[in-house]
């Protein structure tokens, strides 16, 4: 995953592979090839192969879920609703997962909602994308200064839409 998040895509999904190829692999708990197998297919679409990433990361996903693993399965979950989100054959898939699937993880609930302004201005709905960003911006409204990019992303996008209307 370090691999991953640090853009070296190549080594990251080659280690994936190399730990899921070994004989001990399966011995390997359920929930952690299940996490290999969907961090693979977040790699795979970091490549641009959204087929086989949305593929990977669900499979991955299903072999991970049990009790317990809401939080360790997030960042993951993440990434798959934001791919499901950004293509117009899945995006109605990818707002339900934005929408609901992170009602119990506070960290993602922001982000989710930046997601969502993006994906519903995208998809022609401004009025959902207002209150999608509006929802943004006052949860992020005193972010650190890091964090202020989005934040500013997000005032941006509700001030286009928000300029269209008559």
Do not use: C
Request: proline fraction near 5%; charged fraction near 25%; glycine fraction near 10%.
């Amino acid at each position: 995953m370090l691999h991953l998040i640090r853009g070296e895509v190549r080594e990251g999904r080659r280690q994936i592979a190399s730990t899921l190829a070994t004989p001990d692999s399966a011995a390997m708990p359920s929930n952690t090839r299940g996490y290999l197998v969907a961090a693979d297919g977040w790699g795979a679409l970091l490549q641009g192969d959204s087929t086989n990433g949305l593929r990977l990361l669900r499979t991955g996903l299903e072999m991970a879920a049990a009790p317990g693993q809401l939080e360790e399965s997030g960042f993951l979950r993440y990434q798959l609703a934001l791919a499901l989100a950004a293509r117009p054959e899945t995006r109605e898939e990818g707002i339900n997962s934005l929408r609901y699937g992170f009602a119990f993880q506070p960290l993602f609930i922001p982000l989710a909602n930046l997601a969502l302004g993006r994906t519903y201005d995208e998809a022609g709905k401004q009025d959902s994308a207002a209150l999608a960003y509006q929802r943004f911006i006052r949860f992020w409204d005193k972010a650190d200064p890091e964090l202020q990019g989005r934040l500013t992303e997000a005032r941006a996008g509700l001030q286009e839409i928000t300029s269209e209307r008559p």
